[in-house]
């Protein structure tokens, strides 16, 4: 069954909405870019640890895969029933 896409598009009473919003918050120029700043900051480090944890995926992945392959020539060795799932 196909999923139906939705378009998000905003029409110029969105974005005096959306500027207005933002006028109530952030009183200067420099409070906003604060913000963002701080956003970014953050973002920053979770695409920091995303890609650690991808590298570390990357090096522990061939470890993983040699159990594996060890472990079910044990278990067709000693005609054990398979935990592999």
């Known amino acids: 069954m196909a999923k139906n896409k939705q378009v998000s598009i905003l029409n110029h009473a969105d974005i005096q909405l959306i500027l207005q919003m933002m006028r109530l918050h ?3 120029q420099n409070q906003f870019t604060d913000f963002r700043s701080d956003i970014m900051d ?3 480090i979770i695409i920091k640890n995303t890609t650690t944890t991808n590298d570390e995926l990357i090096i522990t992945q061939p ?3 040699n159990h594996r392959t060890r472990l079910e020539k044990i278990e067709e060795h000693l005609s054990l029933p398979t935990l592999s799932v």
Do not use: A, G, H, S
């Open 42 to 44: 953050k973002l920053d």
């Open 26 to 28: 952030f009183v200067t």
């Open 63 to 65: 470890r993983v895969t």
